[in-house]
């Protein structure tokens, strides 16, 4: 079963270089071609890697609904990494029963 770090990667449409260790080329800020392990991926504590997920989701603007609206409202208010990477979760979660 993928981990939620996976299903972002995955969504980000991140190159996996090894399917064997779970190595994939991630795109965070600083560090742009690294390869990095599925346990050191960092969207879930990290909001220079969160952030481009959450713009990606606004990509889709077509896709107005509940789980787009609940990143929003992530990001209001009293700002939480844990609620707006939950959220982030949710929106993929229901973009990829969409484009099944």
Known sequence: MKTDNELIAEFLELEEISADIKLWIAQPVTEP?????????????????????????FDYGELDNEFRDQIIASLSGVIDIDDTYKAVLEFIKWYNQQTK
């Not at 346990?39 to 890697?49: F, H, T, V």
């Open 33 to 57: 071609h690294v390869a990095y392990p599925e346990n050191k991926l960092l969207y879930d504590i990290s909001w220079d890697w969160l952030m481009p997920v959450v713009s990606k989701c």
